[in-house]
C-alpha cells in the first residue's frame, strides 16, 4: 500500500473515532439538559416528539405503509408524535414550510446509493444503530398530530397502504388528500371550507377498500374512489359537491339539509337507493330549485345508497361552527 494510502486510511478512521466520540459527548450534554437527541422510550414504545409551536408550516406530508393516524385539533400544544417508528428507517424534514415523513424499506435505501453519490442521516444513527434494530419490526406505528385552533395547516397528504385515520376537533380551511389502498377512517368534528379527497397511491386505479365514518363532518366537497367502500355519515353537510364512485359496499349518509333541497345524480346498477326511508327511481336524477344548493354524485354496481334528514335538532346544532364536534 503507498504511503499516502496508509496516511489518508488514518485520517479516515481518526475522523470516524472524532466523530463517534463528538456523538456520545452531545449525548450526554442533551441528556444533561433534558434535551432527546434520540426517542424517548415511553409506555406505548419509542417516541420522537417534534415540537410545532414555533414552526411556520402549512402543509404536511405523511407517507407510511401500515400505521394509525390521529389528527387532534383545539389542542393545547402544537407537536406530533412519532411513535414505534426505528429512527434510522424514516426520514423526517421540515423546509420551505413543509413538514415531510416517509419511510425507509430497507437498509440500502437508508444509506441512499444514487448514481451522482453517497449519503446518509448522520453518524448519530451509526451509533444507535444496536438499539434501534432491538425495535420489533411487527410493533403498532402510530402518528400523533395535536394542532390547537390557531395553527392552520392548508395542506395534509396523507399516503399509505394500510392505515387507520383518526381525525377529530379540526376546523380550518384544510385540504385533506389521502392516498390509501385500504383504509379505516373516523371523523368526528371536522370543518373545512376545502376538500376531502379519498382515492387510490396510484392516480388512475381506486383505493382497494375504505371504510369511512363519519360524525359531524362539514365541508365544502368530497370526493371518494374505491372498490369497496362502506360510508356512515351520522351529521353530513357539503355545500359543494359530494362525488362517490365504488363498485360493492354501502353508503348512508344522513344530511343536514333535507334530501329535496340538494341536487342528486344516484345509480346503483344491482343495488337499492332510499331517499328519507323510501325507495327511490334507480338511476335517480334530481334538481333542486337553488341552483346553490348542493349536490350528490354517487355511482355504484352493487351498493346500497340511502341518504336522509338527520333531523332539525342536529341541523341547528352543527350549522353553527362554535358547536362543531358537540
Same mark, same amino acid.
Given at each position: 500500500m503507498k504511503p499516502t494510502s496508509i496516511v489518508s486510511l488514518i485520517i479516515s478512521v481518526l475522523l470516524i473515532i472524532l466523530g463517534l466520540v463528538?456523538?456520545?459527548?452531545?449525548?450526554?450534554?442533551?441528556?444533561?439538559?433534558?434535551?432527546?437527541?434520540?426517542?424517548?422510550?415511553?409506555?406505548?414504545?419509542?417516541?420522537?416528539?417534534?415540537?410545532?409551536?414555533? !414552526?411556520?408550516?402549512?402543509?404536511?406530508?405523511?407517507? /407510511?405503509?401500515? +400505521?394509525? $393516524?390521529? *389528527?387532534? @385539533?383545539?389542542?393545547?400544544?402544537?407537536?406530533i408524535e412519532f411513535v414505534n417508528f426505528r429512527e434510522n428507517y424514516y426520514n423526517l424534514s421540515v423546509a420551505n414550510r413543509v413538514l415531510s415523513f416517509s419511510e425507509i424499506p430497507d437498509v440500502v435505501s437508508m444509506l441512499k446509493f444514487w448514481e451522482n453519490g453517497f449519503t446518509f442521516k448522520g453518524m448519530r444513527y451509526i451509533l444507535n444503530y444496536a438499539k434501534d434494530q432491538e425495535q420489533p419490526t411487527d410493533v403498532k406505528k402510530i402518528i400523533n398530530l395535536y394542532l390547537p385552533g390557531d395553527k392552520e395547516i392548508k395542506i395534509f397528504e396523507i399516503g399509505?397502504?394500510?392505515?387507520?385515520?383518526?381525525?377529530?376537533?379540526? !376546523?380550518?380551511?384544510?385540504?385533506?388528500?389521502?392516498? /390509501?389502498?385500504? +383504509?379505516? $377512517?373516523? *371523523?368526528? @368534528?371536522?370543518?373545512?371550507?376545502?376538500?376531502?379527497?379519498?382515492?387510490?397511491?396510484?392516480?388512475?386505479?381506486?383505493?382497494?377498500?375504505?371504510?369511512?365514518?363519519?360524525?359531524?363532518?362539514?365541508?365544502?366537497?368530497?370526493?371518494?374512489?374505491?372498490?369497496?367502500?362502506?360510508?356512515?355519515?351520522?351529521?353530513?353537510?357539503?355545500?359543494?359537491?359530494?362525488?362517490?364512485?365504488c363498485v360493492t359496499g354501502s353508503i348512508n349518509l344522513k344530511t343536514v339539509k333535507q334530501p329535496e333541497n340538494m341536487k342528486l345524480d344516484l345509480e346503483s346498477i344491482s343495488g337499492a337507493i332510499t331517499i328519507n326511508g323510501m325507495e327511490a327511481d334507480n338511476p335517480?336524477?334530481?334538481?333542486?330549485?337553488?341552483a346553490d344548493d348542493p349536490k350528490i354524485t354517487i355511482s355504484s354496481d352493487s351498493a346500497d345508497i340511502r341518504i336522509s334528514h338527520n333531523g332539525t335538532a342536529i341541523e341547528e346544532e352543527t350549522t353553527d361552527p362554535d358547536n362543531l364536534g358537540g
Open positions: 463528538t456523538c456520545m459527548i452531545a449525548q450526554n450534554m442533551a441528556n444533561a439538559n433534558g434535551e432527546l437527541l434520540f426517542s424517548e422510550t415511553r409506555e406505548d414504545g419509542l417516541v420522537n416528539t417534534v415540537d410545532l409551536t414555533d !414552526s411556520e408550516i402549512s402543509k404536511i406530508e405523511l407517507l /407510511v405503509t401500515d +400505521a394509525e $393516524i390521529n *389528527i387532534i @385539533g383545539k389542542g393545547g400544544k402544537a407537536c399509505a397502504d394500510t392505515c387507520t385515520l383518526n381525525i377529530e376537533g379540526m !376546523s380550518s380551511g384544510t385540504d385533506y388528500n389521502i392516498t /390509501v389502498e385500504n +383504509a379505516d $377512517i373516523s *371523523i368526528n @368534528g371536522l370543518k373545512t371550507t376545502s376538500n376531502f379527497n379519498v382515492n387510490s397511491r396510484e392516480s388512475d386505479k381506486p383505493a382497494q377498500s375504505v371504510k369511512l365514518t363519519m360524525n359531524t363532518a362539514l365541508m365544502a366537497n368530497m370526493t371518494i374512489n374505491a372498490q369497496d367502500l362502506t360510508v356512515d355519515g351520522s351529521v353530513y353537510r357539503c355545500s359543494g359537491e359530494t362525488k362517490i364512485d335517480l336524477t334530481q334538481n333542486s330549485a337553488n
